[in-house]
Every structure is written in structure tokens, then in C-alpha cells.
């Protein structure tokens, strides 16, 4: 008999991914499986998933090296400059690749970003109602 390995694919794949990171997103407050805690200035804290964040910051990968053992069950990272919904404005935008906000928020979010070491081309567009914010993934450590 002989061995024949077959490839596997899931079919329609951009569905089956951004249902993946939808439920991903949508568990994050609620999940034991998030793994990474932002306290804010406002002492709010918001729960995110390392292996998605960590990866585009080379300063986060620096500082969360996997041989350190912390006392806590996960890390907290403390952002003492900003607000609970500029982290959230973050999150979105990392995970879904789309947020909104006003122009002071969105100089809030970058200056979080670069803070956290976080390059990404941000995309800004307007329409009659809000400013929306999409993020075009091009990671520079």
C-alpha cells in the first residue's frame, strides 16, 4: 500500500478567518483565555491576547520573554498616560483593522502606539457622521 498525503484547505477562507478573529475580539472581556492585561490611567483594566499583540512590537517582545515567571497569572502592562477607550480604540483597530475616533483620540491612539512600539499604517477616513480609522498592517520593529 502506499502513503499518500493529501493537503487540507478550508474553503472560503477570508470568511473562516474573520469569523475566527470576530469570536476572538468578542470573547476578550470575558475570556480566560486572554492572557495580557492594559491597566489605564483610568484604572479600567483591558484584557488582550499576547500572541497578538506581543508580535508587533519588538520593545513587548523584549520585555515579555517566556522564560520570565511572573507572580500574577498574567502580565499587566500599566498606561499610565492613557484612558481605558484610547486602549480600546487600540484593540479594535488591532483586531478587527478598523476604529473610530475624533481627532484627538486619534493622536491619543498614536502616541499609544509608538509608546507600546507599535508601527502601523493607519488609514484615515471621514464620513457625515464620524471618523473612521483603518489599519493597513505593515509592521516595522
Given at each position: 500500500t502506499s502513503c499518500m498525503t493529501s493537503h487540507m484547505h478550508v474553503m472560503g477562507k477570508p470568511s473562516h478567518f474573520a469569523r475566527q478573529w470576530e469570536n476572538t475580539y468578542k470573547c476578550l472581556d470575558s475570556s480566560p483565555n486572554s492572557d495580557l492585561v492594559l491597566l489605564c490611567a483610568d484604572n479600567v483594566k483591558v484584557s488582550v491576547h499576547q500572541a497578538v499583540l506581543v508580535p508587533l512590537s519588538q520593545m513587548l517582545k523584549d520585555i515579555m520573554d517566556p522564560r520570565d515567571s511572573f507572580i500574577q497569572d498574567y502580565p499587566l502592562i500599566m498606561l499610565l498616560e492613557q484612558e481605558s477607550s484610547i486602549a480600546r480604540k487600540m484593540v479594535d483597530l488591532i483586531y478587527t483593522?478598523?476604529?473610530?475616533?475624533?481627532?484627538?483620540e486619534?493622536?491619543?491612539?498614536?502616541?499609544?502606539?509608538?509608546?507600546?512600539?507599535?508601527?502601523?499604517?493607519?488609514?484615515?477616513?471621514?464620513?457625515?457622521?464620524?471618523?473612521?480609522?483603518?489599519?493597513?498592517?505593515?509592521?516595522?520593529?
Open positions: 483593522g478598523r476604529s473610530t475616533a475624533n481627532q484627538a486619534f493622536l491619543s491612539l498614536q502616541n499609544l502606539l509608538v509608546s507600546l512600539g507599535i508601527y502601523l499604517d493607519i488609514g484615515w477616513s471621514k464620513d457625515s457622521s464620524e471618523e473612521n480609522l483603518c489599519a493597513g498592517f505593515s509592521v516595522t520593529n
